[in-house]
């Protein structure tokens, strides 16, 4: 598979990445078969977060891989940490126990990145620096990130964190895709110029940060999946259309449309199916032409001005 460099890092990743938020609805020998098919097909970046199964994912996907320093080094994980029941936790004593916890899931001894799940409005920007300077100094960590955060959250965090911000998980996709409308519409008296995001994709091309879109295929807030929907009868015909011509599942072109955009992103899958996950491997064999770029995008009901 097709690999990008990870923000500013060294790190060589594939352009798509394994979502293991629903791996704990899988029986252990099909968690194998995912995992195992997953890394054959380059699919090696696997994503995690301690929330996911309260702790359970993590898990299910090191026992079912018989976690060892052999298959360790052969995968990127993954995880997030700052979501609590009732309430975001960005303080220095609850990252730490968080890694020490995800670790001791996962069965290994460092991860290659954690990200900093929701925004927290108490966090103390001092403190994560300090837990980060820990994990680094330690060996727990390689690389840090944040998700769903905009520019100003970010800059508060690189104000006081040495370690540069390498990816930033974000809601994206065909039909969830403000943070590109509003760019099209500077300045204008309508929806669409609503800045909900303060230019989240212009700041993350510009500071280097890799966008990980999460939910790819959903539209809303976890509604559906825009394909196939009879809610989005014009944008499956169009995607239907351009598949044909590829010689591709729809699938394969929804996640190609998001690969196509210059930010180099590096969409998070959501998937359990094996099958399902190699039609978006396959994304990364294709480039949308400009024209059938547009046409997806105004097929989902998004309109130029």
Known sequence: MRTIKLGTSNLDVPVIAVGCMRINGLERAEAERFVRGSMEAGANFFDHADIYGGGACEEIFADAINMNADIREKMILQSKCGI?????????????????????????????????????????????????????????????????????????????????????????????????????????????????????LDFCRLHDITIQPWSPFQYGFFEGVFLGSDKFPELNQKIDEIAAKYDVSNTTIAMAWLLRHPARMQPVTGTMSLERLLECAKASEITLTRQEWYEIFRAAGNVLP
């Open 84 to 200: 609590r029941t009732g309430m975001f936790d960005f303080s220095k004593e609850h990252i730490l126990d968080s890694v020490d916890g995800i670790l001791k899931r996962l069965k290994t001894d460092y991860l290659d990145i954690l990200l900093l799940h929701r925004p927290d409005t108490l966090v103390e920007p001092e403190e994560v620096a300090e837990a980060f300077d820990l994990l680094e100094r330690s060996g727990k960590v390689r690389h840090f990130g944040v998700s769903n955060q905009n520019p100003m959250q970010i800059q508060l965090l690189k104000k006081y964190v040495k370690q540069p911000l390498v990816a930033n998980q974000l809601q994206l996709s065909i039909t969830n895709a403000t943070m590109i409308t509003q760019g099209f519409n500077v300045n204008m008296a309508n929806e669409s110029a609503v800045n909900r995001d303060g230019s989240i």
